[in-house]
C-alpha cells in the first residue's frame, strides 16, 4: 500500500495537478470569503465567525474532489499498468487505500493553509481571540468527514469507468447527491 500511496502522491505533485488543485482552492476561497461582496464575504458579515467559509467548502469540493479523483484508475486502465499492478503480490484493497490515501492527502494539504483563516479571523473580531473554537474545530471535522466521502465516491467512480470526464460527472453528480439529498 506504501508504494501505490508514494507513487500516487508523487504523481500528483511531479505534474502540475496538485499544485494546481491547492492553488485553485486557495485562490476560490479566498475571494469569496474576502473580496467578493455576497453572502460569503466574511468583512461584511459583522461576526467573527467562519461558518460562511463552511458552507462555501462543499460547494468546491463537490467539483475539486472529482477532478482529482478521476484519473486514479482511469489513467492505470488507459495506460495499461492496472493489470501489471494487479499482478503484483498486492492486494486489491491496498490498492484502493493506497490511491484513495493519497487523494485524501492531496486535499489535506489543500486545506492546511486555511488555518490561516481561523488566525485571521481571531484577529479581526472586536474585541481579539474572540473566535467559537469548538465550533471551528468541529466543522473542520465535519469538513474530513465530508473529504473521505468525496474522495471514496471519486475513486469509486474512476473504477468503474475507462474515461476520466465520466468520471468526473458521475462522481461530481453523486457527490451532489449525496451532499444535497
Excluded: H
Excluded at 498486492?90 to 481561523?118: D, E, N, Q
Aim: aromatic content about 16%; some cysteine; overall charge neutral.
Amino acid at each position: 500500500m506504501k508504494a501505490i500511496y508514494l507513487k500516487e502522491l508523487r504523481s500528483y505533485f511531479s505534474s502540475i495537478t496538485g499544485y494546481l488543485v491547492i492553488a485553485i482552492f486557495l485562490l476560490v476561497t479566498s475571494l469569496f470569503l474576502f473580496v467578493f461582496d455576497g453572502e460569503f464575504n466574511i468583512l461584511n458579515y459583522g461576526f467573527a465567525d467562519l461558518s460562511p467559509f463552511f458552507l462555501l467548502i462543499p460547494w468546491l469540493f463537490i467539483f475539486l474532489i472529482p477532478a482529482v479523483t478521476m484519473r486514479s484508475f482511469t489513467i492505470e486502465r488507459n495506460l495499461g499498468t492496472l493489470e501489471m499492478i494487479f499482478t503484483r503480490p498486492i492486494s486489491f484493497r491496498s490498492i484502493i487505500a493506497g490511491k484513495y490515501l493519497a487523494g485524501v492527502t492531496l486535499i489535506v494539504i489543500a486545506l492546511l493553509p486555511t488555518l490561516l483563516y481561523v488566525f485571521t479571523i481571531a484577529q479581526l473580531g472586536e474585541t481579539v481571540n474572540n473566535l467559537d473554537i469548538g465550533s471551528t474545530i468541529g466543522s473542520y471535522a465535519g469538513v474530513m468527514l465530508l473529504v473521505l466521502c468525496y474522495v471514496a465516491i471519486g475513486v469509486f467512480c474512476s473504477s468503474i469507468t475507462a474515461n476520466q470526464i465520466i468520471a468526473f460527472l458521475l462522481s461530481a453528480v453523486l457527490c451532489f447527491i449525496m451532499y444535497f439529498g
